[in-house]
């Protein structure tokens, strides 16, 4: 089994920083992609970002490409996202999940973790 813990969220001001983690363990864990999603009241979850977890290739949403950035650590299993220039439109709860391969799409994640709520205040 795969357990995946999100951790950093939390409450900044427009055009502030964060830094999301996103720490996996369990024997199984071997993954082709890992990717971020999130989720506001009363909407879909949406895509954020995802990378190859061996070559690294990325993929962001046009809607955070140039200011959030996804990235990983593979000797630590820890998968990152950091968020510049945040905006209230970027207020969502934030979840890591684990595929098995390169997609966008959350029905393509097979493990997802608990999720880690980000507020930005205008």
């Known amino acids: 089994q795969v357990q995946l813990v999100e951790s950093g969220g939390g409450l900044v001001q427009t055009g502030g920083s964060l830094r999301l983690s996103c720490a996996a363990s369990g024997r199984t864990f071997s993954p082709y992609s890992m990717g971020w999603f999130r989720q506001a009241p009363g909407k879909e979850r949406e895509f954020v970002a995802t990378?190859?977890?061996?070559?690294?290739?990325?993929q962001h949403a046009e809607s955070v490409r140039g200011r959030f950035t996804i990235s990983r650590d593979n000797a630590k299993n820890t998968l990152y996202l950091q968020m510049n220039n945040l905006k209230p439109d970027d207020t969502a709860v934030y979840y890591c999940?684990?595929?098995?391969?390169?997609?966008?799409?959350?029905?393509?994640?097979?493990?997802w973790g608990q999720g880690t709520q980000v507020t930005v205040s205008s």
């Open positions: 999940a684990a595929s098995s391969q390169f997609s966008t799409a959350a029905h393509d994640y097979n493990y």
């Open positions: 990378i190859s977890w061996i070559g690294g290739g990325t």
